[in-house]
């Protein structure tokens, strides 16, 4: 059974750090791409990042770019976002997914995930 867990969330001051992490299970992440998505209260949900593991590609939404990092532990089947500078606008539910490559770093088809998340609130 496809599975993903994301964890790590949490309440941090303006300007603070959370890494995020997404256990895969049920496959392994070598031929597929890896999307951060978020969903703050009353929007849509849009993606933040994503990673191509075959090859490291990545893909980060411009208010992300240079404060959020994404990675791959492959032995542990585990997808991570570092999150660095956190403004009070990146609040909301992180998930993440697996997808087909997409262009690049990007995500293709969204096949697996959209669990229960993770709450990040950025708050003084």
């Known amino acids: 059974q496809l599975q993903l867990v994301e964890s790590g969330g949490g309440l941090v001051q303006p300007g603070g750090s959370l890494r995020l992490s997404c256990a895969a299970s049920?496959?392994?992440?070598?031929?597929?791409?890896i999307g951060w998505f978020r969903q703050a209260p009353g929007k849509e949900r849009e993606g933040v990042s994503c990673?191509?593991?075959?090859?490291?590609?990545?893909y980060y939404e411009d208010s992300v770019k240079g404060r959020f990092t994404i990675s791959t532990d492959n032995a542990k089947n585990t997808v991570y976002l570092q999150m660095d500078s956190l403004k009070r606008e990146d609040t909301a539910v992180y998930y993440c997914?697996?997808?087909?490559?997409?262009?690049?770093?990007?995500?293709?088809?969204?096949?697996?995930?959209w669990g229960q998340g993770t709450q990040v609130t950025v708050s003084s």
């Open positions: 990673i191509r593991v075959s090859d490291g590609s990545t």
């Open positions: 049920g496959f392994t992440l070598d031929y597929y791409a």
């Open positions: 997914a697996a997808s087909t490559p997409g262009n690049g770093g990007s995500c293709g088809e969204v096949f697996a995930g």
